[in-house]
């Protein structure tokens, strides 16, 4: 169920963090860097949540700013998710372990700042600018943050089982 105020968007966030950070807190560089059959890393995952946090808050900054905003971001679209998400993945693929959760640790940090520093109104009372949808900036923010916090908790729980002899 999504949140519908500031104070619901906040909890989620930060308890979808927490459950995260949790789950990663003892992880080693070694068992994050596997690569599972889509290439795919814990790490990866992290370094891309980290990323989507820093786009949503770039588009908001951009649509704020009367500037174009760029969904998912300039030169892609949204059908090209997977071409995006696996430059992103080359992209990120010489931060180490520990920087990747430091990214995650401090656009999460960021997110949190955004949805203190507004208040209902501005998350929730109308379309976010630059969108050209009907989602609020509270839903972006929610995407951005706790819903993709939920997934990587999935993921990674997912493949630790799977690992296990």
Do not use: C
């Not at 949140?3 to 994050?32: C, F, N, P, R, W």
């Not at 790490?43 to 760029?70: E, M, N, S, T």
């Amino acid at each position: 169920m999504p949140a519908h105020s500031k104070d619901e968007l906040l909890a989620a966030t930060q308890k979808e963090y927490g459950k995260l950070d949790v789950l990663i807190a003892d992880m080693s560089d070694a068992e994050a860097v596997i690569k599972d059959l889509d290439d795919t890393s814990i790490k990866d995952v992290i370094g891309h949540r980290a990323h989507w946090i820093g786009l949503f808050l770039g588009w908001y900054a951009d649509g704020i700013a009367g500037k174009p905003v760029f969904f998912p971001a300039p030169g892609y679209k949204w059908n090209q998710l997977k071409a995006y998400n696996a430059e992103l993945r080359r992209s990120q693929s010489g931060l180490s372990w520990r920087e990747v959760r430091q990214l995650l640790s401090d656009n999460h940090a960021q997110l949190l700042e955004f949805i203190r520093s507004h208040d209902n109104a501005d998350l929730y009372g109308g379309p976010m600018k630059g969108a050209n949808n009907a989602w609020t900036p509270g839903r972006w923010a929610e995407a951005a943050g706790p819903s993709h916090y939920r997934s990587a908790v999935k993921y990674i729980r997912q493949t630790m089982t799977s690992r296990r002899p």
